[in-house]
């Protein structure tokens, strides 16, 4: 293993994950600098979200380091990963439909409490979390749906919620899992408009298939298939090179 450099703000080395014998990430390595806007792309099955599950902390990998700013968090488990600043969206939404938008934010913003929450404590009495919930529905423009139960929203407006809970716990580290899938056009706008607001203190990196609107919020791009990284580097050059093509695109 290498040493640990804080130079990076995700930094991962020969990971390695199977299944009943498939490998479904193979020696995956990658570096990430604070700041940066990395585009995981990859046909389907390449590993892209068990590449995601990893690093949040979702499943152990067999073999191979996780590190997080310097510090190896491959055994913590996910709410310490939260706590060193990563944050996720996943590819299905996972909201509660029956709560509203407000306390479905203020929920995700509990895990980060440093003192032990209390089960039987008035969840409206965490004033200052309520608040925080609300300037970030605000952020992304729905805060006149706050007191809405989350079953009310289209299906666009879920993921904007989503990517609130997120956003609200102020990530240095934020995996996007396929945050425009499912969207209109109109949609997909208003989303992208809103990761490419995300404050460079914060280092993106997003699974995506729409590869016309992802390249345009991406600096770097790191191509999967197979579980392998295929190509690895500035947008331009992965998109140009004859493995994306052979690989991604078709050609």
Request: aromatic share 4%; charged share 20%.
């Given at each position: ?85 990563l944050s996720r969206t996943y590819q299905i939404i996972t909201l509660f439909a029956g709560d509203t938008l407000e306390h479905n934010v203020t929920l995700g913003l509990l895990g980060l409490l440093p003192s032990r929450w209390q089960m039987w404590r008035p969840l409206s009495s965490y004033r200052h979390l309520a608040e925080e919930a609300r300037r970030t529905l605000d952020s992304v423009g729905l805060l006149h749906l706050a ?105």
């Amino acid at each position: 293993m290498t040493a640990p450099s804080p130079d990076f703000a995700l930094e991962i080395v020969g990971l390695n994950k199977a299944f009943g014998g498939l490998k479904v990430t193979q020696g995956v390595s990658l570096s990430i600098r604070p700041g940066e806007r990395r585009l995981i792309i990859g046909p389907n099955g390449a590993g892209k979200t068990t590449l995601f599950n990893q690093i949040s902390g979702d499943m152990r990998p067999n073999a191979g380091q996780i590190k997080l700013f310097g510090e190896d968090v491959t055994t913590l488990a996910p709410h310490q990963r939260a706590h060193r600043g990563l944050s996720r969206t996943y590819q299905i939404i996972t909201l509660f439909a029956g709560d509203t938008l407000e306390h479905n934010v203020t929920l995700g913003l509990l895990g980060l409490l440093p003192s032990r929450w209390q089960m039987w404590r008035p969840l409206s009495s965490y004033r200052h979390l309520a608040e925080e919930a609300r300037r970030t529905l605000d952020s992304v423009g729905l805060l006149h749906l706050a007191a809405h139960p989350v079953s009310d929203l289209a299906y666009g407006e879920k993921r904007r919620v989503e990517l609130a809970m997120a956003l609200s716990q102020k990530p240095r580290v934020l995996l996007l899992d396929e945050p425009l899938a499912g969207l209109s056009n109109a949609e997909r706008a208003t989303v992208k408009a809103l990761i490419a607001s995300i404050s460079k203190q914060t280092t993106v990196v997003m699974i995506e298939h729409d590869m016309d609107t992802a390249l345009d919020l991406a600096e770097t791009v790191t191509l999967l298939n197979y579980g392998k990284v295929i190509v690895d580097g500035q947008r331009d050059q992965v998109i140009v090179d004859e493995r994306t093509r052979e690989v991604y695109l078709g050609a």
